[in-house]
């Protein structure tokens, strides 16, 4: 089994480039797969982990329905906003400058074959970046994400999961809200989710957040729990 992980950050990033980079990360995984079945030899396939931040965006997943994003041609224009109709689960987001993106690309032959156990773990690994910073977080029973007071009627998402995987390959991922502009999530509704709030670190705790300081820790925790050995 190879954990060894190449992480990268790709700053602020288009979201058709990153695309672009990110099938191509993953064409290339799939491709060391298929090679290893014709060879004696294994040579394990490549892992990645890839943070970046885009512009302002706005994503449908495969279930997704069109009508949950209520703005047209013209209203995307106005807010200098994208919108993208992609091939991950789940149903519609918002992706834009100070939020935490991350896309995992991984042989999960490499730690294990299970995507609620994989989602499950991504979602930890955000729960316990936030209680670092002392904010407390769990999961809402029936739904993916990251929640802050899941068990009353105060719930709210803090971060977003839609994965696609073949072949035991992930990829797409997360999106993490450190010192997102919340207003742009007031033209979709979020993931489909039509009477929840959507929150971020900064408006929990009333400060602009240090996102390098965040994706450290976001980093080490998604390391630990998967038992990476990660190089940049």
Avoid at 178 to 201: E, Q, R, W
Avoid at 224 to 231: A, D, R, Y
Wanted: include cysteine; charged fraction near 25%.
């Amino acid at each position: 089994m190879n954990k060894k992980v190449i992480f990268e950050d790709w700053g602020l990033t288009d979201y058709q480039e990153a695309w672009d980079r990110q099938e191509a990360l993953f064409a290339q995984v799939i491709a060391q797969k298929s090679a290893n079945r014709l060879r004696e030899s294994i040579d394990p396939a490549t892992n990645y982990l890839v943070f970046t931040e885009h512009s302002h965006v706005y994503t449908l997943g495969k279930s997704g329905k069109p009508e949950n994003l209520l703005l047209d041609d013209d209203g995307l224009r106005e807010k200098r906003a994208t919108y993208h109709k992609i091939n991950r689960g789940g149903d519609i987001t918002y992706h834009g400058p100070g939020q935490i993106v991350g896309y995992p690309i991984l042989d999960l032959d490499n730690f294990f074959t299970d995507i609620h156990r994989y989602l499950r773990t991504l979602e930890e690994a955000v729960i316990l970046t936030l209680a670092d910073y002392g904010i407390a977080a769990g999961r809402y029973p029936g739904y993916t994400g990251v929640w802050l007071d899941a068990d009353n009627d105060r719930a709210r998402k803090i971060c977003a999961l839609g994965v696609r995987a073949s072949r035991w390959v992930t990829m797409h991922g997360f999106a993490f809200n450190v010192n997102t502009d919340l207003a742009y999530f007031n033209h979709i509704v979020p993931c489909g989710i039509d009477d929840k709030d959507v929150t971020s670190m900064q408006r929990e705790l009333g400060e602009s957040m240090d996102i390098s300081a965040v994706k450290t820790r976001l980093k080490f925790h998604i390391a630990e729990l998967f038992e990476m050995e990660i190089s940049d």
